[in-house]
């Protein structure tokens, strides 16, 4: 594959560099030189100044292959940090997350949809602050917040374009609020499409690989990742698959459509369901007038598999409209691998996975070409959080610059940081 000249800007090769470090875990420089195509005198350079910035560590000597042993060199994981907070409409998960993707320390809390955003998030600042106390990371070493959430949104502006939890929330400048509250950079992104990308990070898929994720949190979304970066479309609102309609006699969406996924398949539509089964909802002690859809969907997931047949009839019709649109993802992007996230697929994901796998296997348009697996996310139920954080990472190292020094520059100084609003004081 020709190589755009934009690898030619000094940050790209260290970018490219540190990535592909990243995927091989350890290398060397002269496998560095043939992976990414670039001179030993290049790899030579770029290696020394990730040494001195701390960002990767030499690990021992590889095997020989005539001359003298080579060094290898891999991540050095407690060198920076990523936060990534999954605002979803009830709950919050806010993760720390090493260089290498792995989750350092977590918290979550509830109540997000009953306040306004001007009380909401300074209260996610607080608790973002009082995690990175409890372990024991330094500001300095964080390169800045992934806030992710659900659709529609304006990721350039940082704001999101739904009402949702409240009319308050729409329009809202939730990732400038969020950023001056904690004087550090927030970008903000599809839970989805962050949930996704973390698979790729955590090395769980084939680089090459173009794959698809089903997120299913409250609501059902979706992302598309093609050779290690997310498929973004004109305005970052793409697979948006809960948003797809599957009837058009249906009826009309909150979104503007008519016959949504999401209104038929989605937790809250499974819950609805259950409610209309009077033993069903009586067995599970259903709560008609509850607001904690995820809980009481995971009563009904719980249900199914403990072999209850209403409850496992319900998981399995919302399956099968999931496997439908798993199909119209796979055979409009031609995909080898669906990955399921989100917290929904938790409890029941198994049967998810078995129901989407078979309406795949027999109806997926390339399935005589190559088949179409569905994996489970492997960072389960907080893939969306964990997500943000390595968007973070990845918007900061592999696509932009990374050392401490360049995070003053203003934000669009580099066009892989454009959506990253810079750290602004309070009061500014
Ligand atoms: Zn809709």
Same mark, same amino acid.
Not at 108 to 131: C, E, I, K, T
Not at 255 to 267: D, F, Q, R, S, V
Not at 293 to 299: D, H, I, W
Not at 357 to 377: E, K, M, N, T, Y
């Given at each position: 594959?020709?190589?755009?000249?934009?690898?030619?800007?000094?940050?790209?090769?260290?970018?490219?560099?540190?990535?592909?470090?990243?995927?091989?875990?350890?290398?060397?420089?002269?496998?560095?030189?043939?992976?990414?195509?670039?001179?030993?005198?290049?790899?030579?350079?770029?290696?020394?100044?990730?040494?001195?910035?701390?960002?990767?560590?030499?690990?021992?000597?590889?095997?020989?292959?005539?001359?003298?042993?080579?060094?290898?060199?891999?991540?050095?994981?407690?060198?920076?940090?990523?936060?990534?907070?999954?605002?979803?409409?009830?709950?919050?998960?806010?993760?720390?997350?090493?260089? $290498?993707?792995?989750?350092?320390?977590?918290?979550?809390?509830?109540?997000? $949809?009953?306040?306004?955003?001007?009380?909401?998030?300074?209260?996610?600042?607080?608790?973002?602050?009082?995690?990175?106390?409890?372990?024991?990371?330094?500001?300095?070493?964080?390169?800045?917040?992934?806030?992710?959430?659900?659709?529609?949104?304006?990721?350039?502006?940082?704001?999101?374009?739904?009402?949702?939890?409240?009319?308050?929330?729409?329009?809202?400048?939730?990732?400038?609020?969020?950023?001056?509250?904690?004087?550090?950079?927030?970008?903000?992104?599809?839970?989805?499409?962050?949930?996704?990308?973390?698979?790729?990070?955590?090395?769980?898929?084939?680089?090459?690989?173009?794959?698809?994720?089903?997120?299913?949190?409250?609501?059902?979304?979706?992302?598309?990742?093609?050779?290690?970066?997310?498929?973004?479309?004109?305005?970052?609102?793409?697979?948006?698959?809960?948003?797809?309609?599957?009837?058009?006699?249906?009826?009309?969406?909150?979104?503007?459509?008519?016959?949504?996924?999401?209104?038929?398949?989605?937790?809250?539509?499974?819950?609805?369901?259950?409610?209309?089964?009077?033993?069903?909802?009586?067995?599970?002690?259903?709560?008609?007038?509850?607001?904690?859809?995820?809980?009481?969907?995971?009563?009904?997931?719980?249900?199914?598999?403990?072999?209850?047949?209403?409850?496992?009839?319900?998981?399995?019709?919302?399956?099968?409209?999931?496997?439908?649109?798993?199909?119209?993802?796979?055979?409009?992007?031609?995909?080898?691998?669906?990955?399921?996230?989100?917290?929904?697929?938790?409890? $029941?994901?198994?049967?998810?996975?078995?129901?989407?796998?078979?309406?795949?296997?027999?109806?997926?348009?390339?399935?005589?070409?190559?088949?179409?697996?569905?994996?489970?996310?492997?960072?389960?139920?907080?893939?969306?959080?964990?997500?943000?954080?390595?968007?973070?990472?990845?918007?900061?190292?592999?696509?932009?610059?990374?050392?401490?020094?360049?995070?003053?520059?203003?934000?669009?100084?580099?066009?892989?940081?454009?959506?990253?609003?810079?750290?602004?004081?309070?009061?500014?």
């Amino acid at each position: 594959m020709a190589r755009s000249p934009v690898w030619a800007s000094r940050s790209k090769t260290r970018g490219l560099v540190l990535d592909v470090i990243r995927a091989a875990r350890t290398i060397s420089r002269v496998e560095l030189a043939a992976a990414t195509g670039l001179t030993g005198a290049t790899i030579s350079e770029v290696v020394r100044e990730l040494l001195g910035d701390g960002l990767v560590v030499e690990v021992g000597r590889g095997a020989s292959t005539g001359g003298k042993p080579r060094t290898l060199v891999q991540l050095n994981p407690p060198a920076r940090y990523g936060v990534g907070v999954q605002l979803e409409r009830n709950a919050c998960v806010i993760v720390l997350v090493d260089l $290498a993707g792995r989750p350092v320390a977590r918290t979550s809390f509830h109540g997000v $949809a009953s306040m306004p955003p001007d009380r909401a998030l300074p209260l996610v600042a607080s608790q973002v602050d009082a995690l990175l106390t409890t372990a024991a990371v330094e500001r300095a070493k964080v390169l800045g917040v992934g806030l992710v959430s659900y659709g529609p949104q304006d990721r350039s502006a940082g704001v999101l374009l739904t009402p949702q939890p409240t009319e308050e929330w729409c329009d809202y400048p939730v990732a400038g609020r969020l950023s001056e509250s904690l004087g550090l950079p927030v970008l903000l992104d599809n839970d989805a499409a962050a949930a996704a990308i973390a698979e790729y990070w955590m090395g769980a898929v084939d680089p090459r690989s173009t794959y698809g994720c089903i997120y299913m949190a409250t609501g059902i979304g979706g992302g598309v990742v093609v050779a290690g970066e997310v498929y973004r479309g004109s305005s970052s609102n793409t697979a948006e698959i809960g948003h797809v309609s599957i009837d058009v006699h249906g009826d009309e969406c909150t979104c503007g459509n008519i016959g949504c996924l999401e209104n038929y398949a989605g937790p809250s539509a499974v819950v609805r369901q259950a409610l209309a089964t009077p033993g069903l909802a009586r067995r599970l002690a259903l709560d008609p007038a509850g607001d904690d859809v995820l809980t009481e969907f995971s009563r009904i997931a719980a249900a199914a598999n403990a072999g209850d047949a209403e409850a496992r009839g319900l998981v399995e019709r919302s399956a099968r409209y999931l496997g439908h649109a798993a199909v119209t993802v796979a055979v409009l992007f031609d995909l080898d691998t669906i990955v399921l996230a989100g917290q929904s697929f938790a409890v $029941a994901g198994s049967i998810y996975q078995a129901v989407i796998q078979q309406q795949l296997d027999r109806r997926s348009f390339a399935r005589r070409a190559h088949p179409v697996r569905v994996v489970p996310s492997v960072n389960g139920s907080d893939a969306a959080a964990i997500g943000g954080a390595v968007l973070v990472l990845q918007n900061e190292l592999t696509l932009g610059r990374g050392r401490p020094e360049d995070r003053s520059a203003p934000a669009g100084a580099n066009e892989a940081r454009d959506h990253l609003l810079p750290a602004r004081s309070t009061g500014q």
